[in-house]
């Protein structure tokens, strides 16, 4: 910026609009000023004592000027002058604006000892800190077994949403695995969003056994939405302590050694499909790993730079300004015309 004014800009530049009433208030002053033809006649000329005759009847345009000139500058800060800054500090923020679902299996497979406490709860947790790091965008959760639920429906308010995946329970629908129902029933909640971006983390222990939607046909669905879906196969290589009965006494869960089947392929189909990727977590660690580098995979998504601008404000030099002029035409015309007819 070379110039002077090439140095301002105004954070609020329709103030500047009220410039207009200045060539319009000098256009009206002279006009009413010619109409008058009668000699000006002034109490007193102390003050011009010692100036030649013809600079008294200017008193009048001096009044004018400075109350002009005043309002003018008064209008000027009301704009907010600013120092434009040729540099400035930028920072790389992430807001993804994403929409979420985490449709979550809750068969009674998830509650397999493979992981502490079980698989179902050691999901629960790990989700509740991905939403922690989700601060831009909106979350929310599906349930499925035999059949599919929502849980909570995208929301941005993280504690509610934690509030009811805390408050998830194994058992509430019909047993059994439908995983493409699970599916169905997140690109539901995705269909009719606006978001830029559109994921789905689709968690499973097992084969898909219920449901009136096939897995691979949901899928379809879900590339028609643009929908990704990141896959997780949760259990452990071999065997794992799985629940196969209910004893009859204590109402508890009877537990041996069950061998882990999940549909790999299938998993790994719908994460190709849509765009997303498949992870196999085997345990605690594992799965909180994979729950990070999907949170890694997202922010890398939509990336955004954003200025941090914090331009000096120059309004009060133009307030201080405006208020001389105005005292200025306060003293000539309180002091020096007085009694003009």
Known sequence: MNSWLGKYQFN??????LLLFVP????IYYWMYSKKNEPLKISSIDFFDGISNKWTPLVPHFSFFAKLVGISLMIIA???PQIAMEAHSETEL???GIDIIISMDASGSMLAKDFSPNRFEASKDLAKEFVKDRKNDRVGLVIFEGESYTQCP???DRDVLIELIESAEQGIVEQGTAIGMGLATAINRLRESEAPSKVIILLTDGVNTHGKIHPLNATEIAKEFNIRVYTIGVGTNGK???PVAIDPF???YIYDLVDVEIDEKTLKTIALETGGKY???TDNNKLKEVYKEINELEKAKIKTIEYDIDLPEKANVFIVLGLIFLLLEFFISKYFMPSIS
């Open 250 to 252: 204590s109402g508890k």
């Open 240 to 242: 794992a302590k799985t």
């Open 78 to 80: 009301m704009a907010r």
């Open 24 to 27: 319009v208030s000098i256009g």
């Open 154 to 156: 995208l929301t941005s």
């Open 12 to 17: 609020d530049p329709w103030a500047l609009w």
């Open 94 to 96: 992430y807001k993804e």
């Open 279 to 281: 992870f196999r977590a």
